[in-house]
């Protein structure tokens, strides 16, 4: 299993809202930043979008999709003169899931969406994905992708019984596809596992870590399943991953081992066999070093969240 998929696994967006939004120039709204992840689709039409991470003006054609993954400021507009309302205020004109907004002029057709991920589940992408996701529509976007995209209009733009469900749906195969379509843009990622994953030979190691999660793994035996020789596997490894095969293992190891733990069923040694430890001495060890908490008081604390 590749690291995405092994990630995307137990990953599920909550709390998913769309809206359709027309703009008739002249356009212009600005946001202090929302406490959410946030995609804009540009159906039709033009704009320009600032963010405080990204001042220099980002042109957005039809087709365009941009995901923020930060809260930060933003504002987007039809032409850098004109005047620009708070989104805040821009909300109060909504009708159902749809807002009208503008001056007359051309018109320029947005899906905007706001969706929440837990953060724990999360962590591990949001350390290796930039704050704000530009993804052009050009001739090499996957037929699946642009598929995704085309739904989301048709059922924005037309809702039917059970839109909401739908919706939410499409947004996760939308944010998978922004990943996959990111990764392998020119100028993609550059370090970490996303990065290490478009190696042909460290890709290789990544699969068998997270397919046999619980082996004995040594960089010795990783490097034969990378099909390179220690030395350079443990130099290639640490220059494009960050971390060492080992330290990135133990810190995946730690992760799945705060998902198990959230499965009140589930022993603390059945949780420490699973991520490969026998020793449950052990495991307490490390799992405390990597987040200064017990396995007994992690679960103690989500089960008091969940109360």
């Given at each position: 299993?590749?690291?995405?998929?092994d990630i995307l696994t137990g990953l599920r967006i909550?709390?998913?809202?769309?809206?359709?939004?027309?703009?008739?120039?002249?356009?212009?709204?600005?946001?202090?930043?929302?406490?959410?992840?946030?995609?804009?689709?540009?159906?039709?039409?033009?704009?320009?979008?600032?963010?405080?991470?990204?001042?220099?003006?980002?042109?957005?054609?039809?087709?365009?999709?941009?995901?923020?993954?930060?809260?930060?400021?933003?504002?987007?507009?039809?032409?850098?003169?004109?005047?620009?309302?708070?989104?805040?205020?821009?909300?109060?004109?909504?009708?159902?899931?749809?807002?009208?907004?503008?001056?007359?002029?051309?018109?320029?057709?947005?899906?905007?969406?706001?969706?929440?991920?837990?953060?724990?589940?999360?962590?591990?992408?949001?350390?290796?994905?930039?704050?704000?996701?530009?993804?052009?529509?050009?001739?090499?976007?996957?037929?699946?992708?642009?598929?995704?995209?085309?739904?989301?209009?048709?059922?924005?733009?037309?809702?039917?019984?059970?839109?909401?469900?739908?919706?939410?749906?499409?947004?996760?195969?939308?944010?998978?596809?922004?990943i996959r379509a990111y990764s392998a843009q020119p100028g993609g990622p550059t370090?970490?596992?996303?990065?290490?994953?478009?190696?042909?030979?460290?890709?290789?190691?990544?699969?068998?870590?997270?397919?046999?999660?619980?082996?004995?793994?040594?960089?010795?035996?990783?490097?034969?399943?990378?099909?390179?020789?220690?030395?350079?596997?443990?130099?290639?490894?640490?220059?494009?991953?960050?971390?060492?095969?080992?330290?990135?293992?133990?810190?995946?190891?730690?992760?799945?081992?705060?998902?198990?733990?959230?499965?009140?069923?589930?022993?603390?040694?059945?949780?420490?066999?699973?991520?490969?430890?026998?020793?449950?001495?052990?495991?307490?060890?490390?799992?405390?070093?990597?987040?200064?908490?017990?396995?007994?008081?992690?679960?103690?604390?989500?089960?008091?969240?969940?109360?």
């Amino acid at each position: 299993m590749d690291p995405l998929s092994d990630i995307l696994t137990g990953l599920r967006i909550r709390r998913a809202m769309f809206t359709r939004l027309e703009a008739s120039a002249p356009w212009g709204f600005d946001s202090s930043g929302e406490p959410f992840l946030k995609f804009v689709l540009l159906v039709r039409g033009s704009a320009i979008l600032t963010t405080a991470d990204h001042p220099e003006p980002i042109a957005l054609r039809g087709g365009d999709v941009f995901i923020m993954l930060q809260d930060q400021p933003y504002r987007i507009y039809d032409h850098e003169d004109s005047a620009t309302t708070a989104c805040v205020d821009i909300e109060k004109l909504r009708i159902g899931n749809r807002i009208e907004v503008g001056g007359g002029g051309a018109l320029t057709s947005f899906i905007s969406g706001f969706f929440e991920l837990d953060a724990q589940a999360a962590r591990p992408l949001m350390k290796v994905l930039p704050p704000l996701l530009h993804l052009k529509l050009d001739k090499d976007r996957g037929l699946a992708f642009q598929s995704v995209l085309e739904l989301l209009a048709i059922e924005t733009e037309a809702p039917g019984l059970g839109a909401e469900a739908v919706v939410g749906r499409l947004f996760e195969l939308l944010f998978v596809h922004a990943i996959r379509a990111y990764s392998a843009q020119p100028g993609g990622p550059t370090q970490g596992w996303l990065a290490a994953n478009a190696d042909p030979h460290l890709a290789r190691a990544l699969a068998a870590m997270h397919g046999e999660l619980a082996h004995d793994w040594t960089v010795e035996s990783l490097a034969r399943a990378a099909g390179m020789s220690r030395s350079a596997f443990a130099a290639r490894f640490k220059a494009v991953v960050g971390q060492t095969p080992l330290e990135y293992l133990t810190q995946w190891r730690m992760y799945c081992a705060t998902r198990l733990l959230q499965h009140p069923g589930l022993a603390l040694a059945d949780v420490s066999r699973q991520v490969g430890y026998e020793s449950m001495a052990a495991f307490n060890r490390v799992f405390r070093r990597e987040t200064a908490m017990t396995p007994g008081a992690f679960r103690r604390s989500v089960d008091a969240v969940g109360a």
